[in-house]
């Protein structure tokens, strides 16, 4: 199975920008289609963004289309999401998340196989 190591979390300032990396390990990057969600305090986790297996096509959740952007370099087995503009309500734990299966674009958690551990954004007003 494939291991998913986030990275890149911390505090940042409404409108700044941070950058989230997600390194697998195990099994090649390529072989999934990758997402990244988020929980907030609180709050069920939600779908940020997912990018197929060859880069083709992206998706994002509505509140965070234009101002996040998700990209993967296989070579590396590293999968990233630039935030830029956050807002407070950006404020999460921010997890990386692989699928196995044939469908792009899926949003439900359970759709995926494999989870990191989280890294923690906190955006302060």
Sequence with gaps: ???????????????????LSCAA??????WYEMGWFRQAPGKEREFVAQITRDSTRTYYADSVKGRFTISRDNGKNTVYLQ?????????????????????????????????????QVTVAS
Excluded: F
């Design 1 to 19: 199975q494939v291991q998913l190591v986030e990275s890149g979390g911390g505090l940042v300032q409404a409108g700044g920008s941070l950058g």
């Design 25 to 30: 390990s195990g099994r090649p990057l390529s």
């Design 83 to 119: 935030m830029n503009t956050v807002k407070p309500e950006d404020t999460a734990v921010y997890y990386c998340a692989a699928d196995s299966g044939l469908v792009a674009g899926l949003r439900a958690p359970d759709e995926y196989d494999y989870w990191g551990q989280g890294t």
